[in-house]
């Protein structure tokens, strides 16, 4: 199983708390940009010796929408060049006011067969506060144009913690999301990431960000509670910490980053790995289309390294993960070299009982704790 990742670093405006690899203003490189990607793509040898067909490809940034025609350009010929096996999950994020029936129409016929909608919330003020250029209505409206489009897997991307945001706040939320019915609910804690001006913004003392209050860290841990235990009582599988999916509707792409698979990414600051080794590429999209070798930088992992990276994504997973599995592919129990830190979160009751290395749901609402320790 392998993945084929594609970086869109352009954006119409920064939202306030986004730290990713994208620009707003940059419009004048989406071209060139375009032929940047479209060259390393039909040169895979170069970096990729894992084979150079992938069974999914997953188009995100950014904003994809903002390569306007040259999307299903670039999907056509992935597909007439045979990158894509047959039955791949093409999946493309999309903001609610890109998502126009003629854009998701085009991108169905050039192979597109799942759709991330960044909804983030459901409040036009919590909508304008963190910078969003879509209110509720467009939120809704897209999902509506998506299933017209043809579109029967998508997924809805939402945010918790948000300042400003009550409990109340994201129950009217997430109910009406339930009642939309999407096929794939991601619910991210908010990060206030250093750098953003969502963390310029905060204040300390009052504890406020964008001049409005910050949800506490236990306000947060029961709003995620809460939404685990609403989403799993309303049909939805809860799979890996943030993902909710209806029965067939896990995000396959995602679920081989989390089982430590290889994948390709092309573009501006993508990030690729193949069996212990990883590569990234020039972040600046600019550096990016002028430089011939658009290495960044590589490593062979240690295995040490890779055991900590396994448990690290794998115990993302509800399921969890095998520890024969992995000592099976690493040659180290890990059982063995991580016995300190799981026997005092299995003391603290963070780990699930059972053969598999799982986190428990007190775990899984404390995850970034937790695994610190396996890092
Ligand atoms: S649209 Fe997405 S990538 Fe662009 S600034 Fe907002 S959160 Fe970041």
Redesign the pocket.
């Known amino acids: 199983m392998s993945g084929l990742y594609l970086h869109i670093p352009f ?1 119409r ?3 306030v ?2 730290d ?1 690899n ?1 620009y ?1 203003g940059l419009d004048a490189l989406i071209d060139p940009y375009v032929n940047a990607i479209s060259d390393e793509l039909a040169e895979p040898g170069r970096v990729w010796d894992g084979g150079d067909i992938f069974d999914t490809l997953y188009i995100g ?3 994809p929408a903002m390569l306007n025609e040259a999307l299903p350009r670039i999907l056509k010929s992935l597909f007439a060049a045979g990158r894509l096996a047959p039955g791949a999950e093409v999946s493309i994020e999309m ?1 609610p006011e890109d998502a126009k029936a003629d854009v998701l129409e085009n991108l169905r016929a050039a192979g597109v067969n799942r759709l991330s909608l ?1 909804w983030q919330a459901l409040d036009d003020d919590l909508l304008r506060r963190i ?2 250029r879509h209110n509720a209505a467009m939120a809704q409206e897209a999902l509506v144009v998506a299933g017209q489009a043809g579109y029967s897997d998508v997924s809805v991307d939402l945010i918790f913690g948000l300042p400003g945001q009550s409990f109340d706040d994201w129950r009217s939320a997430l109910e009406r999301v339930i009642e939309a019915g999407p096929d794939h609910i991601s619910a991210y804690d908010l990060t206030i990431e250093a750098g953003t001006p969502l963390a310029r913004s905060v204040d300390p003392e009052l504890r406020t960000a964008m001049g409005a209050p910050l949800p506490t860290e236990d306000a947060a841990a029961q709003m995620y509670e809460w939404t685990r235990e609403r989403l799993v009582g309303a049909g939805y599988e809860h799979y890996e910490i943030s993902s909710f999916a209806r029965a067939g509707r896990r995000c396959r792409h995602n679920l081989n980053y989390w089982y430590g698979g290889d994948y390709l990414g092309i573009g501006a600051g993508a990030h690729s790995h193949f069996q212990g080794r990883r590569w990234w590429s020039l972040a600046d999209p600019a550096k990016y289309i002028e430089a011939k070798n658009k290495l960044a930088g590589s490593e062979h992992l240690s295995i040490r390294q890779r055991l900590s990276e396994r448990l690290f994504l794998g115990l993302r997973l509800v399921e969890g993960v095998e520890a024969q599995l992995i000592e099976r592919e690493l040659g180290e129990d890990p059982e063995k070299i991580f016995a300190k830190p799981l026997a005092h979160w299995r003391e603290l009751g963070m780990m699930a009982a059972g053969p598999r290395l799982a986190l428990s749901p007190g775990g899984l609402a404390l995850a970034n704790e937790v695994m610190v320790d396996f890092v």
């Open positions: 954006c405006s920064k939202c708390y986004c990713f994208s707003a940034g950014g904003n903001n960044g910078g969003r």
